[in-house]
C-alpha cells in the first residue's frame, strides 16, 4: 500500500463528508470480513469479488442514471437498501467459493495444467486493463487475480461434482439454490462487524466517492 494513496483517498472521502475517521479499505486488507467454519477470510480474500460486484452494479447505476450513479446505489428494494444486498451477495460469493474449494480439495479435485494456463493468459488480460485506481484501491497485482480466477475455476469444477452427489440441477448449486442452502446449514458462518464499515461501491470507484 502507498502512503501516498492512503492519503488521497482519505483526502477524497473526508471531502465527501465522510469525516477524518473515514474507513480506507487498503489499509485494512488483513482485517478478517468473514469466517467460514474455522477459516478467515480477509479483505484481501474479497477483493476481486469487490472489484466485479463494483463493475457489475456500476454498470447498471449508470443505466440508471447516467448523471447521478450513486442514487442507483441508494435504492430501496423489497425493504432493504440495494448496497446492503450487494454487500451481502459479495459475502455469499465467497462463501459458496470457500466452501466449494475445501470440498473440492478434500475430494482430490484440481484444475488441469491447461486450465491454469487459460486463468493466467485470462487473468493477465483483466489486469492490464484495469485502471491505477482500481488496482491501487486494494493493492491488487497480477498474482492476486490470477488467485482468485484459480479459486474461481476451482470452484466451478466442484460444482458439477456437487450436483451429481446432491441430484440437483446446476443453478441448485449457486449461492441461493436450494441444495447449496441446505449444504451451508452446516457450517458456521460468521461475519465481522468490520464487514459494515467497508464502503461498497466507492471502493474501486471513483464516481461513487459521496455519502448513500
Known amino acids: 500500500m502507498r502512503k501516498a494513496l492512503a492519503i488521497l483517498l482519505t483526502s477524497c472521502l473526508v471531502l465527501t463528508g465522510c469525516g477524518k475517521d473515514a474507513f480506507v479499505p487498503a489499509e485494512h486488507l ?3 470480513m468473514v469466517t467460514v467454519d474455522d477459516t478467515e477470510l480477509k479483505l484481501d480474500d474479497l477483493a476481486f469479488v469487490i472489484l466485479e460486484t463494483e463493475k457489475s452494479v456500476q454498470k447498471q447505476a449508470v443505466m440508471y442514471n447516467e448523471k447521478e450513479p ?7 428494494v423489497n425493504g432493504r437498501f440495494l448496497k446492503d444486498m450487494v454487500m451481502e451477495g459479495i459475502i455469499d460469493t465467497a462463501v459458496h467459493d470457500t466452501l466449494f474449494c475445501t470440498m473440492a480439495k478434500e475430494s482430490g479435485i484440481t484444475l488441469s495444467e491447461e486450465e491454469h494456463d487459460l486463468i493466467r493468459e485470462k487473468a493477465s488480460a483483466y489486469f492490464a486493463d484495469l485502471t491505477t485506481f482500481e488496482k491501487e484501491s486494494l493493492d491488487l497485482d497480477e498474482a492476486d487475480i490470477i488467485k482468485a480466477m484459480e479459486r474461481i475455476g476451482l470452484s ?14 446446476p443453478e441448485e448449486a449457486r449461492t441461493d439454490g436450494a441444495a447449496y442452502r441446505a449444504f451451508l446449514e452446516s457450517h458456521r458462518i460468521t461475519v465481522a462487524p468490520d464487514w459494515n464499515k467497508v464502503p461498497i461501491g466507492r471502493v474501486t470507484l471513483w464516481e461513487n466517492l459521496t455519502d448513500y
Open 156 to 169: 466451478e469444477k466442484y460444482s458439477e461434482f456437487f450436483c451429481i452427489e446432491h441430484q440437483c440441477e
Open 70 to 76: 450513486d442514487a442507483y446505489w441508494r435504492l430501496h
Open 30 to 32: 488483513q482485517d478478517t
